[in-house]
Nanobody, 124 residues
């Protein structure tokens, strides 16, 4: 069992930046492939980004590559999401998720463990 806790959300203006963190406890982060998903009010959950166990493979959702960067520090048991050039459509609750077996990186149901989420609000 692993517990995931997100932090770093907040309110920013258009064009601003935020860095989200997701800290794991109970097991080593290196046991998991990791991902970020988000959900805005009234919208379906959306894949944001994913990173492999050692961080050598990354994937991004539509319109996120080039603005968002996922990274991980397994020595600190922490996953990151650097978000730049934020837009109002990025407003959502952001969740980190962990998967310790086969990796379907953009498929939410494939992830076994989830954090509680952190709110990101982008205003114009």
């Amino acid at each position: 069992q692993v517990q995931l806790v997100e932090s770093g959300g907040g309110s920013v203006q258009v064009g601003g930046s935020l860095r989200l963190s997701c800290t794991a406890s109970g097991r080593s982060l290196s046991d998991f492939a990791m991902a970020w998903f988000r959900q805005a009010p009234g919208k379906d959950q959306e894949f944001v980004s994913a990173i492999s166990w050692r961080g050598d493979e990354t994937h991004y959702g539509r319109n996120m590559k080039g603005r968002f960067t996922i990274s991980r520090d397994n020595t600190k048991n922490t996953l990151y999401l650097q978000m730049n050039s934020l837009e109002p459509d990025d407003t959502a609750v952001y969740y980190c998720a962990a998967e310790d077996s086969s990796w379907h990186y953009a498929l939410a149901v494939a992830y076994d463990y989830w954090g509680q989420g952190t709110q990101v609000t982008v205003s114009s």
